[in-house]
């Protein structure tokens, strides 16, 4: 007499496909070498300086999350979303920032740049390499007995 209900089918979305760079940073293809993919585009133009048309503030705000970043993680294709979060920090730090999708947007985008606790403990960065200047001034000092000095004879000839 009724119609039978179709079986309930949740949709899910699938999960959000992580880049190389942080798949390598992780050491994933230490045990899984045969997942990476060689052909995934890469830059390596630095992220540069603040777009003119940004306001004096934001500029600010762009200069200090810049140096908060982690060393090769903004790279000159994420400036329109480094831009985005520039906005919205500016927002938030002039206590404008009143929807609760907007902060939840900024604590995202903080998170893709590595800018949180947790996320940044997913990032490992290579280190770089030390200087020969640095490796000597780390040499541990010889810690036996010093040699005596020599004793001053104020009567001994001056050569």
Do not use: C
């Amino acid at each position: 007499m009724f119609p039978e209900k179709p079986a309930f089918r949740p949709s899910y979305m699938s999960r959000p496909h992580v880049p190389t760079a942080i798949l390598d940073a992780k050491g994933s293809f230490i045990h899984n070498p045969q997942l990476k993919r060689p052909n995934e585009p890469k830059t390596s133009k630095p992220l540069g300086p603040p777009p003119k048309w940004l306001s004096p503030e934001e500029r600010i705000v762009w200069k200090d999350l810049a140096k908060q970043a982690l060393p090769g993680v903004l790279m000159y294709s994420d400036r329109n979303m480094f831009e985005l979060l520039v906005h919205l920090t500016t927002k938030f730090r002039a206590r404008t920032l009143d929807k609760a999708a907007d902060r939840s947007l900024l604590l995202n985008l903080s998170a893709h740049f590595a800018m949180t606790p947790s996320d940044r403990a997913k990032v490992q960065v290579e280190q770089p390499k030390e200087s020969k200047l640095a490796k000597f001034l780390k040499q541990p000092k010889p810690t036996g007995p010093r040699p005596p000095l020599p004793t001053f004879d104020p009567a001994a000839p001056v050569n």
